[in-house]
């Protein structure tokens, strides 16, 4: 089968990936569509040493599942931490933090930039049928922006900036907005600034003061202004991965007594129900589409400066 592989040196297209089987457990989907996202261009510049096939935002259907054959033909979506479901993060249901998860297209799985997807079973969703491809494929990342309401379960009425007008800045506008928060999104890039303006997010220059400050800069200094952006006991979270070291002055959070709040993945129910429900609208963020084929092209897009979603076309 095609899948596109990174081999530690370059990404290329393997035209000779071996069919995958089902061990137990598992199953084997039909990749539909799949989104790249910043941490797949990361990853292509040696981000955690990955080797293989990336790829963790992809929608699918199911063409072989042994030990759940009723979910063979449904097309699904699939949580990426592959957890142990045995230690002590796991039992009090923290298995996006078990210590051996495997995640796909991340660390030690390969992902979806491929025809077939292996994958345990137990991650799967089914996708509403009223819910396209081209939306089903941002689930992942919008379930990284419902984390932040698992983290700061009350925002209703609370003055919100966030910082960053990429995809998931403007991903965590929505998810913040309908969750009933004052919200303003701070970035530089006129386009993506008007997607977020299409969108009804408020864009504009951020005053201090907010009671919750979501840096989604992907910058080194982004979390040094969300902390200056948070008012006295404020909630900063942070969203920002960056791979180089940077230094940061720690005084102003602890003199304003400011909460840091790292965040990363988060559960697929909430998203897919957004997208039902029509609370959060995904198609404006994406910019282009190319089939599996042109992938080198494809990330050669999603490496482009102002870009926001580039999704690959795999199979129908
Ligand atoms: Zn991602
Ligand atoms: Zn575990």
Avoid at 142 to 162: C, H, K, S, T
Avoid at 222 to 238: D, H, N, S, Y
């Amino acid at each position: 089968v095609l899948a596109l592989s990174f081999d530690g040196d370059a990404l290329r297209l393997a035209r000779d990936q071996p069919e995958p089987t089902a061990g137990p457990g598992e199953a084997v989907v039909a990749v539909l569509r799949a989104g790249i996202c910043s941490t797949d261009v990361e990853i292509t510049r040696g981000y955690l040493g990955f080797r293989g096939t990336p790829g963790h935002e992809w929608v699918g259907r199911v063409i072989a599942a042994p030990d759940a054959p009723a979910l063979v033909g449904t097309r699904v979506v699939g949580e990426i931490n592959y957890a142990c479901g045995r230690c002590t993060m796991c039992t009090a249901g923290m298995d996006r933090h078990c210590p051996t998860r495997r995640v796909c297209g991340i660390v030690g799985a390969d992902g979806a930039f491929a025809e077939r997807l292996c994958i345990p079973a137990a991650q799967l969703h089914r996708v509403p049928d009223d819910v396209p491809d081209r939306a089903a494929v941002f689930v992942e990342p919008l379930a990284a922006a419902f984390a932040v309401l698992e983290q700061v379960p009350d925002v209703a009425g609370r003055r919100a900036i966030i910082l960053g007008d990429g995809k998931l800045g403007i991903l965590v506008a929505q998810v913040l907005r309908a969750a009933g928060a004052d919200v303003l999104l701070s970035g530089r890039h006129a386009r993506k600034l008007d997607v977020a303006r299409s969108l009804g997010v408020t864009v504009g220059t951020p005053l201090a003061g907010a009671d919750l400050v979501v840096d989604a800069s992907g910058s080194p200094d982004g979390l040094a202004t969300a902390v200056a952006l948070a008012r006295p006991r404020g909630i900063v979270v942070m969203k920002t991965t960056v791979a180089a070291e940077h230094r940061l002055d720690l005084a102003p959070a602890v003199v304003n007594e400011v909460s840091l709040v790292g965040s990363r993945c988060g559960r697929f129910a909430p998203a897919i129900a957004a997208l039902a429900a029509g609370r959060v609208a995904v198609e404006p963020l994406i910019d282009a589409e190319y089939p599996l084929a042109d992938g080198l092209a494809a990330f050669e897009r999603a490496r482009t400066r102002g870009v926001l979603k580039v999704l690959l076309a795999v199979s129908r």
